[in-house]
């Protein structure tokens, strides 16, 4: 059974940093595109990032172009997002993303 569970969100202030993790199981994780998806309050879902196999190639979305980088770690079935230079308007749910699956979300807020 595929699981998605993300990890890292917290409280930080502007300017602050965090890392988002994601753990993948029951499929074969190399093999995939993953993303970072986010819901900001009373907002649509937002596709922030994805990560390509084979050659990892990274996309970004303008939002968050240049103070988010995505990677991962093949062997332990982990995605992660670090999230610099944050803003307040970076406050959602973000979510890890496998084609239509997606983990319950981990909470960032930025706020002063």
């Known amino acids: 059974q595929l699981q998605l569970v993300e990890s890292g969100g917290g409280l930080v202030q502007p300017g602050g940093s965090l890392r988002l993790s994601c753990a993948g199981s029951?499929?074969?994780?190399?093999?995939?595109?993953l993303s970072w998806l986010r819901q900001a309050p009373g907002q649509r879902l937002e596709w922030i990032s994805s990560?390509?196999?084979?050659?990892?190639?990274?996309t970004y979305a303008n939002a968050v172009k240049g103070r988010f980088t995505i990677s991962r770690d093949n062997a332990k079935n982990m995605l992660y997002l670090q999230m610099n230079s944050l803003k307040f308007e970076d406050t959602a749910v973000y979510y890890c993303?496998?084609?239509?699956?997606r983990g319950k979300g981990t909470l960032v807020t930025v706020s002063s």
């Open positions: 029951g499929f074969p994780f190399s093999e995939y595109v």
């Open positions: 990560k390509y196999p084979g050659d990892g190639v990274s």
């Open positions: 993303n496998r084609g239509e699956d």
